[in-house]
């Protein structure tokens, strides 16, 4: 071969090298870590982390979450095994003068042969943000004490840490995400779906829905967990005469929907620190029209950057997910909204589902008008980061079958077990941080810095 054919076949191999290599530097990572073998069992329900609290009648299964939009409420819930008992929680900055109380109601339901314990949810009110305060229920039978700290008052410059959860389950890996989060300190927890996967169960066993409220506690008796609604949520089996959905859900977890307007509890706003928290549900009607849609339309028009700069979504069902498992399943939501959350410029946007964890660039797909064949996602820095942290760890196990080539909109993704934490500093910049169960608590995986979209539009955090 002559010298200039040698130039001629070398030269297309040379100029493929150099695309290849600036692909690379925009390129997502999929982890190289291995995940060992072992299974994912959920613990039997004589483990020490379902146990009852003692006494007769205890109040058990106590769990916080926001009773108004900001924290100036919070509604306790739990659950009475053997009697109704009192509906009553006494509460006060002191665990010695809890000079305030407040009447709460209860509830009960039957599932085709279970019938569920006294539900009680009392929702304290006149709290002070920013406050320590100390709570007791179960008077005329066992009193148990408990404490929680208000949010602080929204405004464009507070910190605050939340912790990321989704698919949390009840297996040994599941007590693991919940004690690595505890080790990580957050203030209150964005869930975002599948909670007790009591319908892996033989008619959806729901005192598997009581043993996760009872593993749970331990946080969210101490700290407000904010619920989003996951397809493990809706316990719909018409073959045994469950035809309404999200029926123990909805009994056992509420949400303060109503103060932002929703009129329904699976969808609802919150507003904590610096950060407006929008929870959506990708298992309810949101096509035009519909009550979801309308609330959301109404709802980023009430968002005040200025306030609170930072604006988050959650969902359970992702939107761009470059998993084999549940490909797509998001994708009519997505095709519904995306542009709404691209023109409102969210910041983040979490969501479960996907049992394995990734991180996206800023990317959106809304060019798409049916004829003009525009629908690759494309790089824009209007759009929020998505995140995928359906890696609590339950019973189905790992999602372990990422597509490839792994797709320019996806940053990091690794086949893990997990949690994450974000920690709002100010109204321009947040620390994110993934950590994965098999390394100790404080070990960070993946993190990034989140640079806010309203107030410094054109930087580009998503590397
Ligand atoms: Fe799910």
């Known amino acids: 071969m002559g010298g ?7 030269l297309p191999l040379a100029a493929l090298l150099l695309l290849a290599t600036a692909a690379g530097a925009t390129a997502g990572v999929t982890s190289g870590y291995r995940r060992k073998p072992e299974a994912t069992a959920d613990m039997p329900l004589d483990a020490d982390v379902f146990r009852l609290p003692h006494g007769y009648n205890a109040p058990q299964q106590v769990h916080i979450t926001l009773g108004d939009q900001t924290g100036t409420a919070m509604t306790v819930s739990w659950v009475t095994a053997s009697e109704p008992g009192s509906n009553t929680v006494a509460y006060g900055r002191s665990p010695k003068k809890m000079e305030m109380s407040a009447q709460g109601t209860q509830t009960r339901y039957d599932y085709y042969n279970y019938t569920s314990g006294f539900i009680h949810h009392c929702t304290l009110t006149g709290l002070k943000h920013g406050v320590k305060y100390w709570y007791a229920m179960g008077f005329g039978h066992t009193v148990r004490t408990f404490s929680f700290t208000t949010p602080p008052k929204p405004g464009p410059d507070v910190p605050f840490k939340f912790g990321l959860i989704g ?7 599941s007590n693991s995400t919940l004690s690595h989060y505890d080790a990580n300190g957050g203030s209150a927890v964005l869930f975002v779906g599948d909670l007790s996967y009591a319908d892996a169960y033989p008619l959806h066993d729901n005192n ?8 749970v506690e331990r946080s969210v008796a101490y700290q407000p967990w904010l619920w989003t609604a996951g397809n493990h949520e809706l316990d719909y089996a018409p073959e045994i005469g469950e035809a309404t959905p999200f029926k123990p859900f909805t009994h056992r977890y509420p949400t303060p929907f109503r103060a932002s307007g929703s009129t329904e509890p699976l969808w609802y706003s919150v507003k904590i620190a610096s950060a407006h ?16 849609w309308t609330w959301l339309d109404a709802e980023l028009r009430r968002v005040d950057r200025k306030v609170t700069p930072w604006l988050v979504v959650l969902m359970h069902s992702p939107w761009y997910n470059s998993n084999g498992y549940h490909y797509m399943e998001g994708e009519s939501m997505r095709v519904q909204f995306e ?3 691209v ?25 798409y008008d049916i004829i003009n064949g525009k629908a690759t996602p494309v790089r824009n820095l209007d759009a929020p980061m998505y995140i995928n942290i359906g890696d609590g760890g339950n019973i189905e196990g790992i999602a372990n079958n990422f597509t490839k080539p792994q797709p320019r909109y996806s940053a990091f993704r690794e086949a893990s077990f997990g949690h994450a934490t974000l920690e709002i500093k100010n109204r321009t910049h947040a620390y994110y941080e993934w950590h994965r169960n098999h390394d100790g608590a404080k070990v960070v995986a993946d993190s990034v810095w989140l640079i806010n979209r309203y107030w410094m539009p054109t930087h580009d955090d998503s590397n």
């Open 4 to 10: 200039a054919r040698r130039l001629l076949v070398l």
């Open 167 to 173: 698919d949390l389950g009840q297996t040994f890996d």
């Open 208 to 215: 598997r829905w009581d043993s996760w409220a009872r593993f």
């Open 277 to 292: 928290v929008v929870v959506l549900s990708s298992y309810s009607a949101y096509g035009q029209y519909t009550p979801q």
């Open 339 to 341: 542009r709404w959350l």
């Open 343 to 367: 023109d409102a410029k969210v910041d983040l946007v979490l969501a479960g589902h996907v049992h394995s964890y990734e991180r996206s660039h800023r990317f959106s797909n809304v060019a």
